[in-house]
Each structure stands twice: as structure tokens, then as C-alpha cells.
């Protein structure tokens, strides 16, 4: 007995701890005199070659865990993440109980009890070690707190020896729920996912405390095997490890039978990957980028919180819109035929492999489902997607593609087994074949008074194209560019009463020597005012205006607007929309007739913390308005304000009013020539937005399509959310300016100084118009 008391204090001077001494006492009475000596020489043996070469302790005592880039909205719904680590740490008051429950049950039931090292199980895994093959774990959640931090996973006496060391020194430095902490914070549970908080959030989409028993003791199995154990991988093996976790619980009497059945038998809904609560990965890249430049590698790592300036509702609802009517617009144009094709084997699990591979490729997109077809007729497709479920389609569902499922379809376009197809799934769970979109489009919407960003959809998927069509995207207005050219020409003495003659229009410099002749979308209509001319995107009209103040003065006063003049041609086409914009830009542009006059600057970061909430940086208050930031005589915008509220009550943006039921709408269609382009750029009170859709290699969209038909759609369903519940907005007419003979003018304008009409006496009514001449005095 006082060898091995001799022995107990010789191997207790690293870890000077009572319990360290009792566990160690039990365990050399237990071997004897002649074990006690061989664990001494082992001992002996270890510390002389562990103790010197053990790591710096302070990256427990001072744990700071690598916590990504988070972006959020202003009013806090998580947008992306950005980091090789997903992890929300949790300090262990906040860990439910229920989780620590089944965490301990299955990895160290006696974590509370023990000084972190269980001998007789370390001892059984040294034997089993020596005489080959290293196949007992006997890892309390100590010593996985040591190989954690500090070791790697290679399997050998010297590791494991280590492992013993250093459990002992973390008992002696930190409590046990201090370790129990680290643990449930820095384990690795799959899927990129460190810690238990980061786990719940993957797998189910919940915080922990919403976690129920049967969720708990799922996630409480993953540690054992990250890699194949998570439901995510292989949800059979993570089914059994949880009721086995489940069954460990009821053995230590922390559940009872009840709980155990009901928690067994509940279904469980599994997500494959992080799940975010608003679609938004074109900003949250372009957040990435911006605090990337300013923090580089710190900024995936240091916990960083991006405010963003986005409304959620607001943000799906521009996502939602931009989805649905690139679809609409893909179904008026037929399907074209599946993505792939693939040989499919006889064998069973060969099957599931080359469906795999071909899958891999072909990534589902939100609600567009990928799988390979397994079963097909005129009258029913079966299709297995990557999540192994089957798929049936049937009915309504395949109208769609109904000529692909012919026997005589073309070849390349015709539905057969191993093809790739897309689906999508409806609200009563019903199947149809889709197919993914070739056009794309953009939608971006901001306050109209500080320029703050309330929404933007860079694209139709990210994942398939990260192209910020919103931001970097330089396309040709079409006639959206229009209301600019007619503001410019009430500065001129011009007003929306100002008659104009929409006739034939012939002029030199066309393609090969010939004249240029300007044409409508609708036909000529004669004379007309300017009001009508753009209400209808009259193109005649609008090139006679810009030949009126000449397209110099036009593309100087642009700029007024943020537009790069060298961006516009110095010629008649400049006012058909033939210069460049951004999505951006023109909203922006738009901004200035919303708010009265003033150019505002696009604005998206709100504020930054860091991993604590310590406000790191927050955007300044906007500044009062002041004359410099002045764009445009506030008289001009409330002029143009009206004459764009016309467009949308009865001209070619008639659609938005009906559809949304309210008439403080304003904005303007847009179309290019061959409709390459389409656009929609409008407002209501602070809410200003662009449309755009668009194929990114330009090539035309239909001959039936306009503006109207392609972008008008996407800003009527984002503007039903951002207007709900809003109040009508009314403009006051600022002082200088009157309602002379049914319109607005500016003051100065009254009388002979107007422009009362323009190459009316082309019009087919040149007799009318004789007489109003004499009524206007000539």
C-alpha cells in the first residue's frame, strides 16, 4: 500500500487536484504493485517526452472562437455568412438543458464527477493500442476539449498520452461548464458547422432553445463520426445514432419512457444546407467585398456584423418577383428541351452513383428541382432528384413539356429516361416540368429621400451566374430615358401642354446613306401634346423634342441626374434609350423626380459590430438637404412628377395603377430596339425602383414583348409589399409655377414666352391647328 501511495504522489505533482488523486488511488489499488510499476515507468516515460513539448495553454483560458462575417438586414433577418467556419457561439447558461442532457449521456456520463480523465477506459485503450489496432475511444469530453484545441486525430500512444496531460492541466485552469462551453462551441458537427448553435441552425433552421428532445439527441449523436453521422450526409446512420442517444438518456433516467417513444417516433425535417432568412446573395457579396477591402482575412473570422439598410418582406418580395416573372416569361416561350442526359445502369446503387454525378452538375435552384427522369410516358414522368425522394409528375403538370413527351418529338428536345429535367412544386404539392430561365433580370429599390437600399436582386440565381446585373450592368435604356430629355426641355420653356406633331419623321444619317425614319411601336397619331406623347412613348415625338433643345443641351443635363454623358451618344437616338446605364443609375435618376429635385447617393451598409455587439462603425444621418445636392428646380420635378403619374394611369404603365389599385404611382416603360431590353423605373412617396430584363449576350426577347410585358410585372409585386398599407401620397405645387389651359407651367413661361406648339403644321390637322395659332397669337 505505501508503493502505491509512493506512486499516487509522484504521478499527482503535474495535476495537484483532489480528484485527480482519488481517481488515481482507485485505479493503481485496483492493478496491484506490479501495474501500479508499470504505469509508473509509462508515466515516467511520458512525462519526460510530452511534458516538454506541450502547447500554449492560452488558447483556452483566452478562447476567441473564428466566427464568420454575418450580413443582416436592418431589421435583423441573417442574409449571408461568410467564413470556413459556420459557428454562433453560446455561452453555457443559454445552452438548453435538454441538449447538455443528451450530450452527456452519450459522450461522458460522469463529465460533472470525474477530474477529466477516465483511468480505466484510457488504460483499456493503451492495451488494445499496443496489441494492434486502436479501437477504444475512453474520451471524456475533456480530453476531446484537448484534442480539439490542440492535437491532431492520428492514433498513437504518444497522442493519447498527451491528450491525458493536457485534460488535466484544462481541469486545473477551468470549471466544468467552462470546458462544457468550449466543447459545445468548438466541436465540429459537419457541413462546415462548428458548435452546437451553428448546428441547429444548419440541420433545422432553429435557434436552440426552440429545439425539441428528438432534435437535440440527433445533433447530440454527430461528434462520434461528423462526416457520415450527420442527417444531413446520411440521415439513416444519424436516425440510429440519436435513438441510441435517446436510449442512453432513459437508461440514466433523463427522460422518461413517454418521452422516449414520442421522441423516437417523431419525423424530423432535415435541411441540406444553411438556411437564410431573406434572399439576398448578390448583397451579401457585394457587403463581402466591401469589408473584406477594409478587414481582409480578419473579416471571415473576427465575428463581424453587417447591418444592411434592406427590409426583409420587402428584400423576398423583390426576389420572389424577379423568380416568378423570369418564369412567366420563360413559359410564353416554350420549353427547349432537358439539361442533360445520362446512361442509366441496370445495377441498383451504379444507378444512384450515375444519378449522382449527372445531378452534381445540374444544381437545383431554389423551387427549379433537378433529377433524372426514371419513368416516362405521355401521361406520367417519375424523376429522382439528389435527395433520393421520387418524383412524380402527372396531369396539369406536364402541359408544359407535353410535345417532349411525344413519340415523334426532335431528338434533342424529346424527354426520355436519363434525362436531366427540372421541377417545381406547388402549394398543394403537386409536380410540373419547368426548365431553368436563359434570360435573366434585375430589380433594385431605394429610399427616395437618403438613398438607402430597401431591396436588390442582382440576378436571376447567384449561384449560377454572380454577375450584379443591378450595379455593373450597362445596358440601353430604351424609352425609360425619355422623361430626362423632356425635363431638360421644360427648362427650355416647354410643358406637358405643349403640342407636338407625331407624324412621319425623315432624316439624314441611316445606315448606308439612307434617311433615319424614327418609328412608333404604335402607328402615328398626329398632333398631340407632350403629356399624351409620353404617356404613350411616342419615339417621333420624342426626337422632335430633343432636335428642339439639341441633343448637346439634353446630354449635358444628364448628368444633372448622375448619368456619364460620355455613356450617351450626342445625337437624335440618345432620346430612343441608345447610351448606357446601370439598373443602379437609374434608379438613382429617379430618385430626383420622387423627392423634388435632389440627387441622392445609393447607400447599403447601416452599421457594424463585432462578435459582442460593440458598434465598430455606423453610417452618419443623411444631411439636411442643401442646394448643392439640388439636381433640378423643384418646379421641374413636380411638373415631370405629373406627367409621369400619367404614364402609369393611362399610358403604357396603366397596368401598375389597375393592378395595385392606386393612382400615386409614377414611372416609365422602356424598350429597346428589337426589345433587347426591358425596363420598368418607377416610384410612390420614398419607394423609387428599377426593373430590368434581359438576356446578359443581347439578343432579342420577343417580338410581342415590351417593357409592359417583361419589367412592369416585377415592380408591381415588390411595390403590392412595399406600398402596403401606405396612405396615398399627393404632390403640392411648388410656388412659380400655374395650371394655365388644363396643364402646369412654369410662371416665367406664361403668356407669348411658351412653347405652345411644334411642327404642328405637318400634322393631317393642319386646319385645327391654324386655328389655335390665332388663339395663341400666332
Do not use: C
Amino acid at each position: 500500500m505505501s508503493f502505491i501511495s509512493t506512486v499516487v504522489n509522484f504521478l499527482a505533482l503535474p495535476f495537484a487536484t483532489a480528484s485527480y488523486r482519488k481517481d488515481l488511488r482507485r485505479t493503481l489499488l485496483a492493478l496491484g504493485a506490479d501495474g501500479a510499476l508499470a504505469v509508473l515507468v509509462l508515466i515516467i516515460a511520458m512525462l519526460l517526452t510530452v511534458l516538454p513539448s506541450l502547447p500554449s495553454f492560452d488558447v483556452v483560458t483566452d478562447y476567441r472562437p473564428k466566427i464568420p462575417l454575418r450580413v443582416y438586414t436592418a431589421d435583423g433577418a441573417l442574409l449571408g455568412e461568410f467564413g470556413d467556419e459556420h459557428r454562433d457561439f453560446t455561452p453555457i447558461k443559454e445552452i438548453p438543458p435538454v441538449l447538455k442532457d443528451a450530450l452527456l449521456s452519450i459522450e461522458d456520463s460522469r463529465f460533472y464527477e470525474h477530474s477529466g480523465v477516465d483511468y480505466r477506459g484510457v488504460l483499456r485503450a493503451l492495451v488494445a493500442d499496443l496489441t494492434g489496432g486502436f479501437r477504444q475511444g475512453a474520451s471524456t469530453i475533456t480530453m476531446q476539449v484537448a484534442r480539439a484545441f490542440f492535437l491532431s486525430q492520428e492514433k498513437t500512444v504518444r497522442r493519447k498520452l498527451t491528450e491525458v496531460v493536457l485534460a488535466y492541466r484544462i481541469e486545473s485552469a477551468l470549471s466544468k461548464d467552462q470546458i462544457l462551453e468550449l466543447y459545445m462551441n468548438q466541436i465540429y458537427l459537419g457541413q462546415r458547422t462548428h458548435g452546437f448553435a451553428a448546428a441547429a441552425r444548419t440541420y433545422f433552421n432553429k435557434r436552440l432553445p426552440e429545439l425539441t428532445l428528438a432534435e437535440a439527441a440527433m445533433l447530440a449523436g454527430i461528434p462520434q463520426n461528423p462526416a457520415k453521422r450527420n442527417p444531413a450526409v446520411n440521415p439513416v446512420r444519424a436516425k440510429a445514432r440519436q435513438e441510441l442517444v435517446l436510449k442512453r438518456m432513459l437508461q440514466l433516467g433523463k427522460i422518461t419512457q413517454a418521452q422516449y417513444a414520442e421522441a423516437a417516433n417523431q419525423p424530423l425535417k432535415i435541411s441540406r444546407s444553411l438556411q437564410f432568412e431573406a434572399h439576398a446573395d448578390y448583397v451579401a457579396e457585394l457587403v463581402r467585398q466591401q469589408l473584406y477591402a477594409q478587414y481582409k482575412g480578419d473579416a471571415y473570422t473576427q465575428g463581424l456584423n453587417v447591418y444592411t439598410t434592406l427590409d426583409k418582406a420587402e428584400q423576398n418580395a423583390a426576389y420572389d418577383s424577379v423568380r416568378r416573372n423570369v418564369l412567366a416569361y420563360d413559359q410564353r416561350h416554350g420549353y427547349r428541351g432537358p439539361e442533360g442526359f445520362v446512361d442509366l445502369p441496370s445495377d441498383a446503387d451504379e444507378q444512384e452513383d450515375a444519378i449522382d454525378r449527372i445531378l452534381a452538375k445540374h444544381p437545383s435552384s431554389d423551387n427549379l428541382i433537378s433529377a433524372v427522369v426514371t419513368e416516362v410516358s405521355p401521361k406520367l414522368v417519375r424523376a429522382e432528384p439528389a435527395s433520393g425522394d421520387t418524383i412524380e409528375i402527372k396531369g396539369e403538370g406536364l402541359r408544359f413539356a407535353a410535345r417532349a413527351l411525344q413519340p415523334n418529338a426532335k431528338v434533342d428536345a424529346k424527354i426520355r429516361v436519363g434525362s436531366v429535367i427540372r421541377a417545381s412544386q406547388d402549394g398543394k404539392g403537386r409536380w410540373s416540368i419547368s426548365q431553368m430561365p436563359e434570360v435573366d433580370a434585375a430589380f433594385v429599390a431605394l429610399n427616395a429621400e437618403d438613398g438607402s437600399y430597401r431591396a436588390m436582386v442582382g440576378g436571376f440565381d447567384f449561384s449560377r451566374n454572380q454577375f450584379n446585373h443591378v450595379t455593373n450592368a450597362w445596358r440601353q435604356p430604351g424609352s425609360s430615358i425619355k422623361p430626362f430629355v423632356y425635363s431638360a426641355a421644360l427648362e427650355k420653356g416647354f410643358s406637358p401642354a405643349t403640342l407636338m406633331n407625331d407624324a412621319p419623321l425623315s432624316l439624314p444619317g441611316g445606315e448606308n446613306g439612307q434617311p433615319w425614319e424614327p418609328k412608333n411601336d404604335d402607328g402615328f397619331d398626329g398632333a398631340m401634346t407632350l403629356r399624351q406623347a409620353l404617356a404613350r412613348s411616342k419615339n417621333v415625338v420624342a426626337v422632335r423634342l430633343l432636335q428642339a433643345i439639341s441633343p448637346n443641351y439634353a446630354r449635358d443635363y444628364l448628368q444633372r441626374f448622375g448619368f456619364d454623358a460620355a455613356k450617351h451618344p450626342a445625337n437624335l437616338t440618345m432620346t430612343l434609350g441608345s447610351g448606357s446605364v446601370t439598373p443602379l443609375q437609374m434608379a438613382g435618376a429617379y430618385a430626383v423626380f420622387a423627392n423634388g429635385g435632389y440627387r441622392v447617393t445609393p447607400r447599403l451598409v447601416q452599421k457594424i459590430t463585432d462578435a459582442r455587439g460593440n458598434v465598430l462603425w455606423e453610417a452618419p444621418p443623411p444631411p439636411a438637404r442643401e442646394d448643392e445636392q439640388r439636381a433640378i428646380d423643384p418646379r421641374n420635378a413636380f411638373i415631370m412628377d405629373s406627367m409621369l403619374r400619367e404614364v402609369v394611369r393611362s399610358g403604357t404603365g396603366a397596368a401598375a395603377s389597375q393592378r395595385l389599385g392606386r393612382y400615386d404611382l409614377a414611372g416609365k416603360t422602356g424598350t429597346t430596339s428589337n426589345a433587347v431590353d426591358g425596363w420598368f423605373a418607377g416610384y410612390s412617396g420614398n419607394v423609387v425602383a428599377v426593373s430590368w430584363m434581359g438576356h446578359d449576350q443581347p439578343k432579342s426577347l420577343g417580338g410581342r414583348e415590351f417593357g409592359a410585358t417583361l419589367a412592369l410585372p416585377i415592380w408591381i409585386d415588390y411595390m403590392r409589399q412595399a406600398l402596403s398599407g401606405k396612405p396615398p401620397n399627393e404632390r403640392k405645387p411648388p410656388p412659380g409655377v400655374s395650371f394655365v389651359d388644363g396643364d402646369w407651367l412654369y410662371d416665367e413661361f406664361k403668356g407669348d414666352e411658351g412653347v405652345k406648339a411644334l411642327d404642328v403644321e405637318e400634322s393631317p390637322l393642319k386646319s385645327i391647328f391654324d386655328t389655335l395659332k390665332k388663339v395663341f397669337g400666332g
